[in-house]
């Protein structure tokens, strides 16, 4: 398999490794892949994350095994235990399914590794699309609310709503981004101001809890958020806040659009309540642990309620930015998905 490079995971010279995103953005630390177990391991731990990077980072450890050998049977295993690795971003199980109908079919190693290279050279393409269409709708001058992390860490290329924020401002678009720092894991606090920074992009960390206020100042032009899975009428489950952020922009009049490649279209999912949504170690949410320190500030006793995810109904998105345009309600409304099956 030939050398393939994203910003947080990199094939080279016959090994897989990843950045590990738990300690960004005050270490930069690596880690090589020897197993699927392994790989499992770090998307479980979010040590590497962002719905369309997981899947990809499953399909390059598949095209590795492949390129190593690995027979068909072996491949499938590796296949299934990748795939029940996190339950809610469906990039994952369609990238994999897509590497399991090959197998399936007998095609030969080589052409598995090949598909495995497709695979990531279609998600870099999918991201430029999403950009393109989704700067054309960014004002001269806009202030920009976004929530968790989509960038070029959370996808094989520029990244999904940030994508589309870093390519507006090349394209000389004036931007102030509000940046929700995301609890319970900060990815917006850590991660996505790690990459406004990078990219020289304005922007200002807030509480997730201030959103409000600052709709309510008339200070958000706009909020971009990523997509897990969306389901074929249009509803989508998306990082935990995203929800509260549409009810938010619905009562206060703010364009809110979801930024997502095609992969996170899941068709056989008929609404959003069907989403697997996925609940994590209350231990992120009793305090904070990382590189830079670790700290608990709730009581040992105490109780959690963890959802990684939440669902935000289709009637309160303005529009959705796939690579194939920029979607209304109304297009939703008469199947525009459809076009994925
Ligand atoms: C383009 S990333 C999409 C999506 O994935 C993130 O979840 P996680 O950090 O738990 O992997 C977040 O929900 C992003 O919006």
Same mark, same amino acid.
């Given at each position: ?20 995103? @738990? ?16 790989? %499992?391991? #770090? ?43 996190? !339950? ?6 369609? #990238? ?46 806009? *202030? ?12 094989? =290329? ?24 995301? @609890? ?17 992009? !304005? #922007? ?13 100042? =008339? ?5 971009? %958020?990523?997509?897990? @899975? ?8 998306? *990082? %935990? ?57 709730? !009581?040992?006793?105490?109780? %959690? ?19 194939? =345009?920029? #979607? ?14």
């Amino acid at each position: 398999m030939k050398n393939l490079i994203a910003t947080s995971l990199k094939y080279q010279n016959g090994e897989l490794s990843l950045l590990d995103q @738990r300690h960004l953005p005050h270490q930069t630390q690596w880690h090589i892949c020897q197993s699927d177990d392994d790989l %499992v391991h #770090y998307i479980q731990v979010l040590a590497i994350r962002g719905a369309p990077l997981i899947g990809i980072a499953a399909t390059l450890w598949i095209g590795h095994i492949a390129q190593q050998g690995a027979n068909a049977s072996a491949l499938l295993a590796s296949v299934e235990k990748l795939r029940a690795s996190r !339950p809610t971003a469906v990039n994952l199980m369609n #990238y994999l399914d897509r590497l399991k109908q090959a197998i399936q079919q007998g095609q030969d190693n080589q052409k598995i590794v090949a598909l495995a290279e497709q695979i990531f050279a279609e998600d870099v393409q999918l991201c430029a699309a999403m950009a393109e269409h989704g700067a054309r709708l960014i004002k001269a001058e806009s *202030k920009i609310l976004t929530h968790c992390n989509t960038g070029s860490l959370a996808t094989a =290329g520029m990244g999904t709503a940030i994508g589309v924020i870093t390519h507006a401002h090349k394209n000389g678009k004036n931007l102030q981004v509000w940046v929700d720092e995301t @609890r319970p894991l900060l990815q917006g606090g850590r991660l996505t101001a790690w990459e406004m920074q990078q990219a020289g992009v !304005p #922007y200002k960390i807030i509480c997730d809890n201030m959103a409000a206020t600052l709709m309510a100042q =008339g200070a958000v032009d706009m909020i971009l %958020v990523g997509a897990d @899975r969306i389901a074929s009428n249009g509803d989508f489950a998306n *990082k %935990v806040g995203t929800y509260s952020l549409a009810v938010l922009a619905h009562y206060h009049n703010v364009p809110f659009y979801v930024v997502a490649p095609s992969t996170t279209v899941d068709l056989a999912c008929t609404n959003g309540k069907k989403i697997p949504i996925e609940t994590r170690d209350p231990q992120e949410v009793k305090g904070i642990s990382a590189a830079f320190g670790s700290v608990q500030w709730a !009581p040992d006793e105490a109780q %959690v309620y963890n959802p990684a995810f939440d669902v935000t109904p289709a009637e309160l998105v303005t529009g959705w930015i796939l690579e194939t =345009g920029v #979607y209304s309600q109304q297009d939703i409304q008469q199947g525009a998905l459809q076009q994925f099956k």
